[in-house]
Structure formats: C-alpha cells, structure tokens
C-alpha cells in the first residue's frame, strides 16, 4: 500500500507537469494560427476539460478504481492520442480568412474556428480523469496528491520555457507526451497485455510523428494573412517563448508604394525596392522587411524616405547615439546605418529573431551584424533602459504590436510595457538634451485610436515630470491612408529650424504628413512660408 501511494504521489506529479505543459504549447500552436485573442481560450479549454471529467468521475468513480492501472495505461494513451491527433489537424485545416472585411464575413469565421478551438478540451478530459481519481480516493493521501499535484504544475510551466527554446513547440510537445506516456506506464503497468499493447502502439505513433514531423506538423495559413500570400515563400521557423519567428523569401517585383497597404514603409524607390528581399514574419502577422544589404550606404537610398527615418530627419543631433527596442529585421538598424550614427545598439525580446539574424541566416544579415557600430542585445527594452546608465540621441519603437494571442500581443502583457506612462517618462529620460523618441504604431483608419492613446499618455507622463508645456516636446506624422503613424518626443522643445527641416522632407514625401506640430497656427504658417 505505501508503495501504491508512493507511486500515486509521483503520478499526481507527472500529470500535472504535462498537463501544464502542453497546456502552454497548446496556447503557443493556437497562437501561430489564430489572429488575436483566440489562443487565450486555451486557458478555459482545460478547465472545460476537467469539468467534464469531474462529471465523469461522478459517475463512474468506482469503475475507474477497481481497474485503475488500466485506466490509468487508457487515460494517458487517449491523453497523447488525441492531442496529437487535434494537433496535426488544426496544422493541416483550411480556417477562413485572418481580418474578415465584413460581418457576416466574421460571424461565419467565429463560428468556425471557436469549434475548431473547442477540439483541445478533450485531451485534458483525460488528464482531470487520473488527477481527479488520485484526489478522490481513500485509497490515496490527498493532501500529499495536492502537493505534487500543485508541485508539478510549477515545474511544468517552468520547464516548457527551455524546451520551447531548445527543441520548438511541436518536438517539445512529443517530448511531454512521451515523458507522461512512458512515466504512467513505469508507476502503474497495466495487467492485462493488450494495455501493454495500446501503450506500445502510441509511442510507436509519437515516433513516427516526429520522424515525419515536417509533414505531421505542415500549417496551412489564415486567407489573406503574410505566409498565405503567393508572395511570401516560407523558409526557417523558429520558435521561443515569446512566439513563433518565420523567414521567408519576398518577391520584390509585387512591391511597389501604389499596391502596398504601408507606403511610408518603403518609400517610393523602385531601386530600393530591389533590396526587399527577405521579411520576417511573427506568429504569421507582425512583420519587418530584411534588406538585402551589401554593406554599402549607396545601396540604401531610398530608406530616408519611409517613416523610419522621421527622427532622423528633424537634424537635432548628427551622428547620433541609437537605441532600437525591437530589433525585427534590422531596418531601423539600417536607417541608422544610413544616417551615420556612430553607434547603435538594439534591443530584441524574442530570441529566436537574434538566432536568424546571428547564426542561421549569418550569411545574409553578416554585413549588418558584423557592423562594429551594431550591438545586438537579447532582453527587454525597458529592463535594459532602467538597469543601463547610457543615453540616447535616438530611441526608436517602431510598431512593436503583433496583434496574435502570446504574451507579446499588442497592448497586453510584455507589450504594454513599453506604452505607458512611467515606459514614457522611462525613455524621456534617458534621452540626450536634443535626444528624440521616434513611436511608430499601426492605426486604425475607420476609427483612429492607437496614436490617440500613445499622445495622451505622452502628454499625461511629461505633465507628471512637471513639463509646463507638453505640446512643444511632440510632434505627430501620419500617412495620407491614415494607417501608420510616429510619435516623436524631443528632451528639448522643437525648434523652428527643426520643424522646418521636418516641414521640408513631409511636403516632399507623398506618403508622410505633419498631422500636429509643437507651435501655434501662425508660428506653423510662417515655417511653411519658407518652402
């Protein structure tokens, strides 16, 4: 009997760490797929899960403990099984499209998918079965089951986070399942052989998933999201905590500033659209273009043109010191390079960017990477901010939203950091006297709201730091579409000369307007009378 509860203790244990687990990668996966706050029904879906056993268990209590090796061998094979088999068909069904352009359009969308999503309740059925039995029993110590039960669930979430690094979410998640599979089998075999068998068989699919996995685990994508595109040719992923990377070819003949939804992305160069060769996509949304750079300054003429190069073109500080805080592709890197900065350092949260950029595609980011002006940093923008004592000529965030359900989606978890007043009066701070935040984000057209929010909360920040006049320290640009817009916050107050250098390169560029700028109506009218 001590050695029965031993064992269940170990079980309690196991289940839990795999139930966790999974339950992250399942979130993780979901994520890749689903645009926004989809994945964050994952959560429920395993409380969904457990309930249903609990109703089971109600029942069918008795039964489940008079074969309980047994049921324990059924259990945790239907546990694998189905979670695999879920798994391989939400990689390989056809959902409908990412952003639906109408109501109907949507309703049939949500309709589809939340079914779809329901699907990964089922295999935490069969993890509440065992962990309900172990805590409903006499036969068991309960307060010792609750224990190892609470204990492995703290391992569980912390182990996935280096597995998820290490091996990605899809042999990550066989790794589990094969820990739960043959630890249940090790802690309570079975005594009939056909349950030696059903054992044997899941494992030998576990197997043969992974040697298979490229296939197994091959995504079919969202209609009209980035890797859907005829454009697009998908050609690394790679996975870390934060969220999924994708490396994918661009065919730069399809982009031009008339189709393109962003012009003041790229500018209006036909020759450096050349340059667009590559793109790095995140979770299949947030994106960044990666320049085929050859280490020349030549052969990015053209990059002055997009909004990147706002702070930059106010001449408030030549030369300047960069910090980016989201490092994508490298093109913030690249106006840096281009405007001659004598140092740049960037600061990226997802590991698996730096990876691509460092060691997997060396060969194509080399000149960039190897630029001693370029230091690469992994960490979080504002941890690195507040624990280093350097200021910056420049900060630049440029869009740092991935509108997908992980811990980086815009304007929740990690992301709201970087947007709130004390993330404000943070950069405001380690900002030279005539240093500049340059704040790009992606707005809304129909009915505008991010840049809205991100002023306000400028302004409420610097009233904190008791700025008398707020307004001289900013200035707004947005597109004629009214999609994308920048923030730029200045140390010092805007200068006539720098509003006239800004006036000058907006009225020269189709794809960028001032929408409000740091001076009364007749002071502006008087800066543009020079033009």
């Not at 030696?196 to 999201?225: A, D, N, Q, W």
């Not at 080399?366 to 901010?385: M, Q, S, T």
């Not at 815009?410 to 950069?427: M, P, V």
């Not at 409000?516 to 009218?525: G, I």
């Amino acid at each position: 009997m001590m050695k029965m509860r031993s064992s269940a203790t170990k079980l309690a244990f196991l289940v839990a760490l795999a139930t966790l687990a999974t339950q992250i990668l399942v979130h993780r996966i979901v994520s890749a797929k689903f645009l926004n706050n989809y994945a964050f029904l994952v959560i429920s879906l395993t409380m969904m899960g457990f309930a249903c056993s609990g109703i089971i268990l109600s029942k069918r209590l008795q039964r489940f403990m008079d074969s309980f090796n047994e049921s324990v061998s059924v259990c945790v094979a239907c546990f694998v099984l189905s979670l695999l088999l879920i798994t391989v068909l939400f990689y390989h069904i056809t959902i409908g499209s990412q952003e639906p352009t109408s109501r109907g359009e949507f309703i049939k969308t949500f309709l589809f998918n939340i079914p779809l999503a329901l699907l990964y309740s089922i295999p935490f059925i069969f993890c509440g079965l065992i962990l309900g039995v172990l805590l409903s029993s006499k036969n068991f110590p309960t307060s010792q089951i609750y224990f190892f039960d609470l204990l492995g669930s703290a391992l569980g979430a912390f182990l996935v986070l280096p597995a998820i690094h290490w091996f990605g979410v899809e042999v990550s998640l066989l790794l589990f399942c094969t820990l739960i599979l043959l630890g249940a089998w090790i802690l309570f075999p079975p005594r009939k052989k056909k349950f030696h068998g059903l054992t044997l068989v899941t494992l030998c699919i576990l197997v043969s998933s992974f040697y298979f996995r490229e296939t197994t685990f091959s995504m079919t994508y969202p209609k009209g999201s980035m890797l859907a595109s005829s454009g697009f040719k998908l050609l690394h992923t790679a996975w870390d905590p934060i969220a999924r990377i994708e490396f994918s070819r661009y065919d730069e003949q399809i982009l031009s500033a008339e189709r393109f939804l962003f012009p003041c992305l790229i500018g209006g160069n036909h020759t450096f659209h050349q340059k667009f060769k590559r793109i790095l996509t995140q979770n299949n949304y947030a994106f960044t273009f990666a320049l085929d750079y050859d280490g020349k300054k030549e052969s990015l003429t053209g990059i002055e043109e997009t909004i990147y190069a706002a702070a930059y073109q106010t001449r408030a500080v030549p030369n300047p010191k960069v910090l980016v805080i989201g490092v994508g592709g490298g093109f913030d890197l690249l106006t840096a390079l281009y405007f001659e900065a004598l140092d740049i350092t960037g600061v990226e949260i997802n590991s698996a960017t730096l990876t691509i950029l460092e060691k997997t595609y060396k060969w194509y980011f080399g000149y960039l990477v190897e630029n001693p002006k370029v230091h690469l940093i992994h960490g979080e923008g504002r941890h690195f901010l507040s624990s280093h004592p350097q200021k910056f000529d420049i900060i630049q965030i440029s869009g740092v939203d991935t509108y997908s359900g992980t811990s980086a989606c815009a304007n929740i978890f990690s992301e709201n950091y970087l947007y709130t007043t004390e993330a404000i009066q943070l950069y405001f701070s380690k900002l030279t006297e005539n240093g500049i935040l340059n704040l790009m984000r992606l707005e809304f057209p129909s009915s505008p709201r991010e840049m809205l929010r991100a002023l306000t909360t400028t302004v409420s920040a610097l009233r904190e730091l008791g700025i008398p006049e707020p307004e001289s320290h900013i200035a707004m640009l947005t597109t004629p579409k009214g999609n994308f817009t920048a923030l730029l916050l200045k140390k010092n107050p805007f200068t006539v000369e720098e509003m006239k250098h800004l006036g000058q390169w907006t009225l020269n560029n189709e794809y960028i307007t001032i929408s409000a700028v740091p001076m009364e109506e007749a002071r502006l009218q008087s800066v543009y009378q020079i033009f």
